[in-house]
């Protein structure tokens, strides 16, 4: 499993309790998380589910995205899936990911061959020149 940046943790966010499936849960992606506690978060940590247990966002894993890309405060959360970035964009905000720095940061990864794939509820988007609309597809 890739570890967090030490010292940095989810707080109050939750964000991946929202946006991503839990599949041994029967929860869909982009709706909260039955267990979720907004403040006190999963109330069944002990025990959560293993693909909630691996998971750790791009921002835990980042040292690089400062503290305005968690994902509770910019809208969307990244991932990885078969060396794509994914952008999961919470479907409340979809336009969140376009506020600087955010779409400027995105098309410099793009820029350099990082394939970068922007979601926002069923539409996907490869950035790119052109960007290209792509099937989305979840974890
Ligand atoms: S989206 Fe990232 S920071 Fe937020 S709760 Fe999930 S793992 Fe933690
Ligand atoms: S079981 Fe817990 S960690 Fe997993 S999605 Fe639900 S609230 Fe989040």
Not at 50 to 72: H, I, K, V
Request: with cysteine.
């Amino acid at each position: 499993m890739n570890q967090a940046v030490p010292e940095r943790g989810c707080g109050e966010c939750g964000m991946c309790c929202k946006l991503l499936s839990a599949p041994s849960l029967g929860k869909p992606p982009r709706k909260w998380c039955g267990h979720f506690r907004r403040r006190t978060g999963c109330d069944i940590y002990a025990d959560r589910p293993s693909e909630c247990r691996g998971f750790n966002c791009g921002w835990l894993l980042t040292p690089s995205l400062a503290d305005d890309w968690r994902p509770d405060r910019c809208g969307f959360l990244l991932h990885q899936d078969e060396g794509r970035v994914i952008v999961e964009v919470d479907p409340s905000t979809p336009q969140a990911w376009k506020k600087p720095p955010f779409e400027a940061t995105l098309r410099a990864w793009a820029a350099t061959g990082t394939e970068v794939v922007v979601l926002v509820a069923d539409k996907g988007l490869r950035l790119g020149e052109p960007d290209r609309p792509v099937k989305a597809r979840r974890t």
